[in-house]
T-cell receptor, first 112, second 115 residues
Framework: KQEVTQIPAALSVPEGENLVLNCSFT??????LQWFRQDPGKGLTSLLL?????REQTSGRLNASLDKSSGRSTLYIAASQPGDSATYLC???????????FGTGTSLTVIP | ETGVTQSPTHLIKTRGQQVTLRCSSQ?????VSWYQQALGQGPQFIFQ???????GRGNFPPRFSGLQFPNYSSELNVNALELDDSALYLC??????????????FGPGTRLTVT
């Protein structure tokens, strides 16, 4: 069974810092990997989707990379802002997949 | 193009009762997945519907059941509610097939509280 781990569980940084969130998964036979943002008590907002044949995706200040062989993905956030404060979740779907396996998330606080 | 919508937003039920949650998928999507998210945890897969048929189920008992309609909207039904069923229930829609799951778009969720 696929297991997804996110480190750190919580992170607090001053505004303007660049930061990296980590996601690791146990089974490299994935179809795609998706990063989400979740505000307290709300649904998930899709940030970036990386298909298994890709190595990275970029959207604005966000960059996500994927290394299937090592079972890792990173989400890089440049020039963090207080509005970036949220929980960030990564999820992977397997090759024969009909579901996403989620990590428990990284809770990010950006201090003004 | 409308996004994924869910109803109701919040719900309070008593142990032993039954509940139905609803989801309207994003236009053009044929696959709906349901997830349960307990406080402080990542979402856990309940089941998926693809073209009105159940297409996979997670580790949830049969009292969790669902339906998908011809317009690809969906319902999640939970019978004999237990206190541990209290959670945020999330619906996600995507364009999928048998080869794998495409990008998922989530609704705002339904917060269920069982007392």
């Amino acid at each position: 069974k696929q297991e997804v781990t996110q480190i750190p569980a919580a992170l607090s940084v001053p505004e303007g810092e660049n930061l990296v969130l980590n996601c690791s998964f146990t089974d490299s036979a994935i179809y795609n990997l998706q990063w989400f943002r979740q505000d307290p008590g709300k649904g998930l907002t899709s940030l970036l989707l990386i298909q298994s044949s890709q190595r990275e995706q970029t959207s604005g200040r966000l960059n996500a990379s994927l290394d299937k062989s090592s079972g890792r993905s990173t989400l890089y956030i440049a020039a963090s802002q207080p509005g970036d404060s949220a929980t960030y979740l990564c999820a992977v779907s397997p090759n024969t997949g009909n579901q996403f396996y989620f990590g428990t998330g990284t809770s990010l606080t950006v201090i003004p | 193009e409308t996004g994924v919508t869910q109803s109701p937003t919040h719900l309070i039920k008593t142990r032993g009762q039954q509940v139905t949650l609803r989801c309207s998928s994003q236009s053009g999507h044929n696959t709906v997945s349901w997830y349960q998210q307990a406080l402080g945890q990542g979402p856990q897969f309940i089941f998926q519907y693809y073209r009105e048929e159940e297409n996979g189920r997670g580790n949830f008992p049969p009292r969790f059941s669902g339906l998908q309609f011809p317009n690809y909207s969906s319902e999640l039904n939970v019978n004999a509610l237990e206190l541990d069923d209290s959670a945020l229930y999330l619906c996600a829609s995507s364009w999928g097939g048998l080869a794998g799951l495409g990008e998922q778009y989530f609704g705002p969720g339904t917060r269920l509280t069982v007392t």
